[in-house]
Structures are given as structure tokens and as C-alpha cells.
């Protein structure tokens, strides 16, 4: 089922989706649950990679950058999700280093008027036969140079 989204509101810096909240999404009070928020991110950040040609599909990386893992995930609870449809996420690159990265999101209603939650999601590019870290290549880089938040004037 699709949603027709219409007045996205503008983001100065990263990037915000769409995702779709489902009934198997809602605990049983019919919010969105706790341990989905995670889900929903990972949707939108697989999503905006994979339009930028870094995906795992059908059993094949088209970038080894798409080898990475969660070094820590955080969130802070605003407002609930009630129901299904569709959620906005904003999500950008405050670091990105030569091995790891740390994004921070928002959860919030289509409109921009509700916060839901907001956090931050660090990750760590691993070489996957050594299963230690290892530097992003060139083309990491470049989409991730689309996501990073400018640094304030004054610093």
C-alpha cells in the first residue's frame, strides 16, 4: 500500500524518508513499539544507500561499505506513534571517520509538527574476514559527503 506524502518540510542538512508504520509494528496499546523505532531507521538509512548505488542485494554487496556494524544506538522518546502510516525520518552524519561513523536522527510526524524521538547510530565499516575495522572507500565518502551536518559557523 502506498502513501501519497505531500508538503515534506525542508531539511537544511541530511536527508528525510519515509517509512511506513505497520499493525505489526504497533505494540498492544497501538503505538509504534519501542524496539521498532531501530527497524524503521535502518529502513531509511538501507533506502537513501541503495539509491546511491551501495546496497546488499540478492546475496551481493555492490560496496564493500555495506559491511558495517552498530557500535552503539541510542534514542530518547518524544511523542508516541499512533497507528499506521506513514513517519519522517531525518536522519545526517555528524562524524565520519576513517572507519566509522556516527548518525544522528528524527522521528517525527509527516508535517515536521511532532517529534516523536530522536537519538544517535554509530557504526563501524569491518573487513569481513577479519571482522576489524576498516576504512570506508571513495565511494562511501562521496554519499556520505551528501549526509554530513556543516559544522556551526562559530567553531
Known amino acids: 500500500m502506498s502513501h501519497a ?3 515534506q518540510p525542508a531539511v537544511e542538512f541530511g536527508h528525510v524518508a519515509h517509512v511506513a508504520v505497520h499493525f505489526d509494528d504497533l505494540d498492544a496499546f497501538g503505538l509504534l513499539h519501542n524496539a521498532r523505532y531501530a527497524v524503521l ?3 531509511a538509512l538501507t533506502g ?7 546496497a546488499f542485494q540478492a546475496g551481493q554487496q555492490s560496496a564493500p561499505d555495506v559491511f558495517h556494524a552498530v557500535r552503539e544506538f541510542t534514542i530518547t522518546y518524544r511523542a508516541p506513534v499512533t497507528g499506521t502510516g506513514p ?4 536522519f545526517w552524519l555528524d562524524q565520519f571517520g576513517t572507519s566509522s561513523a556516527r548518525y544522528a536522527y ?3 510526524s509527516v508535517d515536521g509538527r ?3 524521538a530522536e537519538g544517535q547510530r554509530s557504526i563501524v565499516r569491518v573487513d569481513p574476514a577479519t571482522l576489524r575495522p576498516a576504512p570506508w572507500t571513495d565511494t562511501a565518502r562521496a554519499v556520505a559527503a551528501t549526509l554530513l551536518r556543516p559544522a ?3 567553531a
Open 87 to 90: 513517519v519522517a525520518v531525518h
Open 48 to 54: 537513501y544507500w541503495a539509491d546511491h548505488g551501495v
Open 106 to 108: 528524527r522521528f517525527h
Open 114 to 116: 511532532i517529534v516523536h
Open 5 to 7: 506524502i505531500v508538503d
Open 41 to 43: 531507521l535502518e529502513r
Open 152 to 154: 556551526p559557523a562559530d
